[in-house]
């Protein structure tokens, strides 16, 4: 049960690894996905990390199981804790990311309506200005 688990979270790892490639080359340097992953399959790719905690939060309960010792498990085990740890971390950088995105698009707006309004004024100011020659 133990290496299912272990194969299973490396897969999902790897899985997850070209997803990024495909959904995020930028993070990557790069200017242009290196595959065509199906759109479909970008909406899993979402609960792909979520997968990869649980599968991990079990996996460390199956070690804790086997070993009865806390402080074994953490001797033992330090990266596979820490990894389980860390990725709720990672998802909220992810969140952070998209957030970010979304203030610079706003951002941008606002700024293109002061130019709108601006360009507004002037034409109005020019129109109340003309000179009947």
Same mark, same amino acid.
């Given at each position: 049960m133990h290496r299912i688990l272990l194969y299973s979270i490396l897969a999902l790892l790897i899985v997850y690894f070209i997803g990024s490639l495909e959904l995020m080359p930028e993070t990557y340097g790069l200017n242009n996905p290196l595959l065509d992953i199906p759109i479909l399959l970008e909406v899993y790719w979402d609960y792909i990390p979520w997968a990869i905690l649980a599968l991990s939060v079990l996996d460390i309960s199956f070690k804790y199981k086997g070993i009865k010792s806390l402080?074994?498990?953490? @001797?033992?085990?330090?990266?596979? &804790?820490? *990894? #389980?740890?860390?990725?709720?971390?990672?998802?909220?950088? $992810? &969140? !952070?990311? &998209?957030?970010? @995105? &979304?203030?610079? !698009? *706003? $951002?941008? #707006?606002?700024?293109?309506? @002061?130019?709108?309004?601006?360009?507004?004024?002037? @034409? !109005?100011?020019?129109?109340?200005?003309?000179?009947?020659?």
């Open positions: 402080r074994l498990l953490l @001797k033992n085990n330090f990266p596979d &804790i820490l *990894m #389980t740890a860390f990725l709720p971390l990672l998802l909220i950088f $992810k &969140i !952070v990311k &998209i957030s970010y @995105k &979304i203030y610079k !698009v *706003m $951002k941008a #707006t606002k700024s293109w309506a @002061k130019f709108a309004h601006l360009i507004k004024k002037i @034409k !109005v100011y020019k129109s109340n200005n003309k000179k009947d020659y």
